[in-house]
């Protein structure tokens, strides 16, 4: 099983939709999670930090991290064409290093 | 925020020549720095972690000597691709990371080297 699991899609879904993200991972020692939105031939941005369980709200976007069942979501409000990327999740326990999913490619369509 | 800056962020070079990639945290101290690789819609591939002041750790399958890595300062990193060949054409990324418990303890990213190898 990899340490990390992400639908590589791609996603479509028509422009004002809502998008649910998602991650899962084996190692519970796991604290802080992030999401990168990657745009192509781009550097990854990060654009969502959330350390244990809970939910981030930033704008349109909300993270959502469950460590009961090692589980990541993030959502994306009233999808626009300009959040058509790839999105990364990644996440690390102090002291080790980071383990990116291997992202999922999102089309939102005019 | 956190910036990390990439250069040059494209170069085309001979097969055989060597390529150096200049990787820099403008705004923060990177105690650790990444170097991944990435083919075309495929995912980030680490290539090796860089600590300040001492010897990069590679992952396997990736040559040490083909790919040198320097971590000079607290904000500077470099990738040094030795004899490139065109199976070295790919897009390099850079990432930075602060101390642990610092405010720049996510990874940052570098908008990334195309290195294109004739």
């Known amino acids: 099983q990899k340490e990390v699991e992400q639908d590589p899609g791609p996603l479509s879904v028509p422009e004002g939709a809502i998008v649910s993200l998602n991650c899962t991972y084996s190692?519970?020692?796991?604290?802080?999670f992030m999401w990168y939105r990657q745009y192509s031939r781009k550097g990854p941005e990060l654009l969502m930090y959330?350390?244990?369980?809970g939910n981030k709200e930033d704008g349109r976007f909300t993270a959502q991290v469950d460590k009961s069942s090692k589980y990541i979501s993030l959502f994306i409000r009233d999808s626009q064409p300009s959040d058509s990327a790839t999105y990364l999740c990644a996440m690390f326990s102090n002291g080790q290093n980071f383990v990116f999913g291997p992202g999922t490619r999102l089309s939102v369509l005019p | 925020g956190a910036v990390v800056s990439q250069h040059p962020s494209r170069v085309i070079c001979k097969s055989g020549t060597s390529v150096k990639i200049e990787c820099r945290s403008l705004?923060?101290?990177?105690?650790?720095m990444f170097w991944y690789r990435q083919f075309p819609k495929k995912s980030l591939m680490l290539m090796a972690t860089s600590n300040e002041g001492s010897k990069a750790t590679y992952e396997q399958g990736v040559e040490k000597d083909k790919f040198l890595i320097n971590h000079a300062s607290l904000t500077l990193s470099t990738l040094t691709v030795t004899s490139a060949h065109p199976e070295d054409s790919s897009f390099y990324i850079c990432?930075?990371?602060?101390?642990?418990?610092?405010?720049?303890?996510?990874?940052?990213f570098g908008p990334g080297t195309r290195l294109t190898v004739l």
């Open positions: 190692n519970s020692a796991f604290q802080y």
């Open positions: 959330t350390y244990s369980s």
């Open positions: 705004d923060f101290q990177a105690t650790t």
């Open positions: 990432s930075a990371r602060g101390a642990s418990g610092s405010s720049y303890n996510e990874q940052f």
